[in-house]
């Protein structure tokens, strides 16, 4: 049996309040009514609140998109600055090398010359890369297996064409291995290997290798006497502003698309000295180099 120490506290009664009864013929006393407090039931959200919120709102999404940009434009990479242009070294090949610009615009008229290519053929085998091939290196003396003979640091092709000696110091050699051919009509001489054959044929003069290569020379009448610039560029039918006019020897003279003619004025401009190199339809050539180097040694003569 438990027996609890603690005191059992007994209910509260309350009891009921009786209605007031009034008393009769009592004086009842009433407050003025300019002494009552009046109490209104205001909004807590009030417009002018509601618009504070709304602007303090706007002006705190404004400042966190501010700092959001700006956080990660700070993150992005600077761009790298431009690397400076690079300078290409310059050739060491003397600069009396001779121009040999390609025409912009083939011609389109037919250009009496004996030359029959129509598109820059290839060289024949140049083992050593010097730009003579190996018929020339054996027609100059050069070493085939050396581009540069003489080791003067230039090669072979680029002192042949520029009336240097490519197997030793000094000028260029050439009373062992040409000959000179002087125009019966005195328009012109040149120089021509030895160990070709000269002819006039046809009203050319034609200088053939062993092979059945070589270089022919045609007279054409400039009466006009129109520089080879306009000159060409009336008969290629464009502007002379677009043929490229280039240096050989002494002569200014333009050199046809296919790289096979050369077209020289003589000093009275009444001529026009066509020097082609003539392949008899070969697949490749072995003198092109040779004759660049006829059209060098070309003396356009001062007759009329």
């Known amino acids: 049996m438990r027996v609890s120490f603690l005191k059992k506290k007994q209910p509260t009664v309350v009891a009921p309040i009786e209605p007031a009864v ?22 807590f959200w009030s417009a002018p609140k509601v618009w504070t919120v709304v602007v303090v709102l706007i002006v705190a999404l404004v400042g966190v998109t501010y700092w959001l ?38 011609p389109t008229s037919p250009i009496v010359a004996p030359s029959t290519l129509s598109v820059i053929l290839p060289p024949t085998t140049d083992t050593d890369g010097d730009g003579l091939t190996e018929d020339e290196e054996a027609l100059w003396g050069t070493d085939a297996g050396k581009p540069d003979t003489d080791g003067d640091g230039y090669p072979d092709r680029s002192e042949i064409l520029t009336n240097h000696n490519p197997r030793g110091v000094g000028a260029l050699q050439t009373a062992s291995i040409f000959s000179t051919y002087v125009d019966p009509a005195g328009k012109f001489q040149i120089l021509y290997p030895s160990t070709w054959t000269a002819a006039a044929e046809g009203g050319a003069v034609k200088f053939v290798a062993a092979n059945g290569e070589g270089v022919a020379v045609l ?7 129109a520089t080879v610039q306009d000159w060409y560029a009336n008969l ?19 050199l046809s698309p296919d790289g096979s003619t050369v077209y020289l004025s003589n000093a009275a401009q009444d001529t026009i000295i066509i020097v082609s190199l003539t392949t008899t339809g070969k697949a490749a050539v072995s003198y092109r180099s040779t004759h660049l180097f006829m059209v060098n040694t070309m003396t356009a003569l001062a007759t009329r």
Do not use: W
């Not at 993150?75 to 003397?94: G, H, K, M, R, Y």
């Not at 007279?219 to 006497?225: I, M």
């Open 22 to 43: 009034p008393i009769a013929g009592a004086k009842y006393q009433v407050m003025p009514e300019k002494f009552y407090v009046t109490v209104v039931n205001r909004r």
């Open 69 to 106: 940009l700006s956080s990660v434009n700070q993150q992005l990479p600077s761009p790298e600055p431009e690397a400076a242009p690079v300078e290409l070294p310059t050739d060491t090949i003397p600069t009396i090398l001779p121009t040999e610009e390609i025409v912009p615009l083939p």
């Open 219 to 225: 007279l054409q009448p400039n009466p006009t006497r």
């Open 236 to 254: 290629a039918g464009t502007q002379a502003s677009d043929v490229s006019v280039g240096r050989y020897g002494n002569n200014p003279g333009v």
